[in-house]
């Protein structure tokens, strides 16, 4: 089946420690999103990624890091400098540009708390 | 900067009626996209339907339809029949159509209730 996994569903970290959310797509898409979700807000972007070895940030990247290594995945790392990480994680993917109809598709979610 | 408000924090409507969702949106541009997404407790994004601006006929997915003003800048959602399934967060969105400018731009959800 073709889709977008992230993984795991459910993550916990101790402040001051670094964690690393999975998102792997089968669906041949050139783009990628990394998006975090609070409690009465919708979905912000916090980075993304157009093409491999290429990722821009997006509205709230400080405190997170990511890699475009292979076009299949996208890991969002969170840092110990990003203040207030517990949140719901979304990872999304397109097909890209030049496509500019191009729809997101997004994946099952992780929930990171900070303990 | 581009801005989708959801003024309805909350919606609840009888099973097999029709509800309308409101969603209006702030943009200088001219050419775009609007998307109304869905979130069950799953928690899992499902899109819904899409409507490109630059068409004046409003886009329909089975039992789901949109109400697209432009110059109002207004873009509804009608569910009609509806159903125990449908209850769930609906997120209208925002996307550019100009190259550089991907990102979606989200309202801030409504959450509907389906009464038996």
């Known amino acids: 089946d073709g889709g977008i996994t992230q993984s795991p569903k459910y993550l916990f970290r101790k402040e001051g420690q670094n964690v690393t959310l999975s998102c792997e797509q089968n669906l041949n898409h050139d783009a990628m999103y990394w998006y975090r979700q609070d409690p009465g807000q919708g979905l912000r972007l916090i980075y993304y990624?157009?093409?491999?070895?290429?990722?821009q940030k997006g509205d709230i990247a400080e405190g997170y890091s990511v890699s475009r290594e292979k076009k299949e995945s996208f890991p969002l790392t969170v840092t110990s400098a990003q203040k207030n990480p517990t949140a719901f994680y979304l990872c999304?993917?397109?097909?890209?540009?030049?496509?500019?109809?191009?729809?997101?598709?997004f994946g099952p979610g992780t929930r990171l708390t900070v303990l | 900067a581009q801005t989708v408000t959801q003024s309805q924090p909350e919606m609840s409507v009888q099973e097999a009626e029709t509800v309308t969702l409101s969603c209006t949106y702030d943009?200088?541009?001219?050419?775009?996209?609007l998307f109304w997404y869905k979130q069950p407790p799953s928690r899992q994004m499902i899109l819904v339907i899409r409507q490109e601006a630059y068409k004046q006929q409003n886009a329909t997915e089975n039992r789901f339809s949109v109400n697209f003003q432009k110059a109002a800048k207004s873009f509804s959602l009608k569910i009609s029949d509806s159903q125990l399934g449908d209850a769930a967060m609906y997120f209208c969105?925002?996307?550019?159509?100009?190259?550089?400018?991907?990102?979606?731009?989200f309202g801030t959800g409504t959450r509907l209730t389906i009464i038996p």
């Open positions: 999304a993917s397109s097909i890209g540009r030049p496509v500019l109809t191009d729809t997101q598709y």
């Open positions: 943009t200088s541009e001219s050419d775009y996209y």
């Open positions: 969105a925002y996307r550019s159509a100009y190259t550089g400018n991907e990102k979606l731009t």
């Open positions: 990624s157009q093409i491999v070895n290429d990722f």
